[in-house]
Nanobody, 124 residues
Framework: QVQLVESGGGLVQTGSSLRLSCAAS????????MGWFRQAPGKDREFVAS????????LYADSMKGRFTVSRDNARNTVYLQLNSLKPEDTAVYSC?????????????????WGQGTQVTVSS
């Protein structure tokens, strides 16, 4: 069972950038497709971006395309989410999920393992 630990969140101003990391415990990390989701207070969990097991394919939520970039380093067992041009509405807890089936779509129920999340707060 893979364990995931997110880091890199924080309090930033509008227009700032952050890079989130999700480190996996498994040396077989490359077997998993990975997804990033976020959840703001009082709202449902929202798909952000995802990446295939080898990094060859990525998927983004339409509203975040062009501002956010997902990548992975299988040698470091880590997936990243670069957040640029942050806005107050990006404030949320960002979590990564791992899919052992290779699925890297928008549906959180298809991810098997989750981290605890990292808080991103964007002030206006």
């Amino acid at each position: 069972q893979v364990q995931l630990v997110e880091s890199g969140g924080g309090l930033v101003q509008t227009g700032s950038s952050l890079r989130l990391s999700c480190a996996a415990s498994e040396h077989t990390f490359s077997n998993y497709a990975m997804g990033w989701f976020r959840q703001a207070p009082g709202k449902d969990r929202e798909f952000v971006a995802s990446i295939s097991w080898n990094g060859a394919s990525t998927l983004y939520a339409d509203s975040m395309k062009g501002r956010f970039t997902v990548s992975r380093d299988n040698a470091r067992n880590t997936v990243y989410l670069q957040l640029n041009s942050l806005k107050p509405e990006d404030t949320a807890v960002y979590s990564c999920g791992a899919s052992e089936t290779g699925y890297f779509g928008r549906t959180p129920e298809n991810y098997n393992y989750w981290g605890q999340g990292t808080q991103v707060t964007v002030s206006s």
